[in-house]
């Protein structure tokens, strides 16, 4: 037997003879997953972040992967096949602002970034943002009908097969489904520090009140506004579905 084999099998039996060992052992992995939930916490809330200066500096075209870090997964696979379908853009295309950084500051431009501040926010904010989730899913059921009714129009007017049409509608009530019972657990509010230079010229500037809300588990950008008066301005102007999508793609861009 090695010394290592030997080393082991004298922990082994003494993790099973000693209760004391089997107390400290069990205290070591209970602090190691605390620790390691503590880490996934901390560092949770920069993911959007990062990955959405990875995309810059990859020059990235494609709204649909900034919209990632903003929306819901059946949103997104939603928003996915109806741009295919039926050419339709919610998110703005990134083309005219890539160009515009690569004309300003010169094709190899990268930006950096510091996160300045990062303020943790209390459980008022977490619960003001379900409240406009609870809401603008109830909009949203209450104009589905309608809404399927007039993707199938649109459907029909591009000649859509139809089995891709029933695929887009049920992908659109996922998509609706996906607000139902959202449960917000954490929210920040962020500044950042940036400096953004390449051949032609660079500039530093500030980013002020990012928000970035622990969304059903998953971290997404969301805007610091008073959610409950964004609510009662669809309610009482009477917005279209199409103009509320519109507003709310505007929202978490």
């Not at 082994?12 to 400290?24: G, H, I, K, L």
């Not at 996934?40 to 810059?56: A, D, E, Q, T, V």
């Not at 050419?87 to 500051?105: H, P």
Request: aromatic share 14%; with cysteine.
């Amino acid at each position: 037997m090695s010394r290592l084999q030997e080393l082991f099998a004298n922990f082994r039996y003494n993790v099973r003879e000693n209760r004391y060992v089997r107390y400290a052992l069990i205290a070591l992995v209970i602090i190691a997953v605390i620790s390691l939930c503590n880490v996934i916490s901390y560092w949770g809330y920069r993911g959007p972040i990062k990955n959405s200066f990875n995309l810059i500096n990859k020059k990235c075209e494609d709204a649909l992967q900034y919209g990632e870090h903003a929306s819901f997964k059946e949103t997104i696979k939603y928003n996915e096949m109806e741009q295919e379908l039926l050419g339709t853009e919610y998110y703005v295309s990134q083309k005219d602002y890539i160009d515009g950084l690569n004309k300003e500051y010169g094709e190899n431009y990268k930006v950096k970034y510091k996160i300045a501040e990062a303020e943790e926010l209390d459980e008022e904010k977490c619960e003001a943002i379900e409240e406009f989730f609870v809401q603008f899913y109830e909009i949203m059921s209450e104009t589905k009908d309608a809404n399927l009714e007039e993707l199938k129009q649109k459907c029909e007017k591009k000649d859509v097969d139809e089995k891709d049409v029933e695929k887009l509608c049920k992908a659109y009530e996922k998509h609706i489904e996906a607000y139902k019972d959202v449960d917000v657990t954490k929210v920040y509010k962020v500044q950042l520090k940036c400096k953004i230079s390449g051949s032609v010229s660079w500039d530093e500037f500030v980013i002020e009140d990012i928000m970035i809300a622990k969304i059903n588990g998953k971290w997404l950008f969301v805007n610091e506004h008073d959610y409950g008066e964004f609510v009662e301005y669809i309610l009482h102007n009477q917005l279209t579905p199409e103009m509320v999508y519109a507003k709310l793609a505007k929202l978490y861009r």
